[in-house]
């Protein structure tokens, strides 16, 4: 599904997402192309921040991966990141992708404010090469994140979708550097019908959410980790 470059709450500086992952609930999924040239971007940019309040914290972005591989080539999240600073206008970033320590230079001047988010829910890279084949190893997600913590910046990490069946929440937790903020969240399937085909079963949503609640009840509890709920289901 194609996302428009500006949406209520950020920008997307690509049409799909190269990562793919197979719950994706924007359903993004494709090779990631630039909305607009790097000669171009900067005049859709000035229209777009004219129309989001100056301050909101600017998504970048909600829809897509802001670092799957195209950007190396294209560099319009970089493009974009420059003129948020120019402008000091707050930003958030979330991603899967590596690339995101091309610009530690940026991410590490809090002179504007903005918060960087990486994901990871398991160690097991077959499998994660499986749910999202087109994202970086958790491996080389892992060094990139203690690149971000020896950078000082102030890094949280989503596990969304963690897969607790495939990497405990402990093991999970001790792979990563000291994070500001962990949020442990549970693989939601109900954008696609309640059940999601992994591996080599069906997964109905009461399966996983009573997979992610026994999680939790093992875990053990640290001031930095957030447990988040299952969405209800909609009737
Ligand atoms: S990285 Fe995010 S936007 Fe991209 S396919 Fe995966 S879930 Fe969807």
């Known amino acids: 599904m194609e996302h428009p470059f500006v949406t209520m709450n950020g920008i997307n500086p690509y049409r799909h997402c190269s990562h793919r992952c197979v719950y994706c609930c924007s359903f993004a999924q494709g090779c990631a192309t ?25 998504s970048l972005s909600p829809c897509s991966d802001p670092y799957t591989p195209e950007e190396e080539q294209h560099g319009i999240t970089r493009l974009i990141l420059e003129e948020l600073h120019r402008r000091n206008r707050p930003y958030f ?12 230079d940026l991410l590490s001047d809090y002179s504007v ?3 960087v988010w990486m ?10 090469s499986f749910t999202e084949p ?16 020896e950078a000082e910046i102030s890094l949280t990490v989503n596990a969304a979708p ?32 309640g059940k999601i085909k992994l591996f ?10 009573a997979n992610f609640f026994a999680a939790r009840a093992e875990f053990t509890p640290r001031d930095n980790v957030t447990w988040h709920d299952p969405m209800p289901d909609i009737p």
């Not at 000669?39 to 100056?54: G, N």
């Not at 994901?119 to 994660?128: H, I, P, Q, S, Y």
């Not at 929440?169 to 792979?175: F, G, I, K, S, V």
Request: charged share 25%; hydrophobic share 40%.
């Open 34 to 58: 630039p909305w607009y040239s790097r000669r171009d971007v900067m005049k859709e940019l000035t229209r777009a921040l004219e129309t989001l309040p100056a301050d909101q914290k600017i």
């Open 93 to 104: 970033v979330c991603t899967k992708g590596t690339l995101v320590t091309r610009d530690i």
């Open 113 to 115: 404010d903005h918060d």
């Open 119 to 128: 994901v990871l829910g398991a160690l097991d890279e077959k499998a994660l």
């Open 134 to 149: 087109g994202a970086p190893s958790p491996q080389a997600r892992i060094a990139a994140m203690y690149q971000l913590v």
């Open 162 to 193: 963690l897969l607790p069946w495939i990497t405990p929440a402990e093991d999970l937790y001790q792979a990563l550097p000291h994070c500001e903020r962990i949020h442990m969240c549970p693989l939601q399937v109900q954008h696609m019908g």
């Open 200 to 209: 080599d079963r069906i997964w109905t949503q009461a399966e996983l959410s």
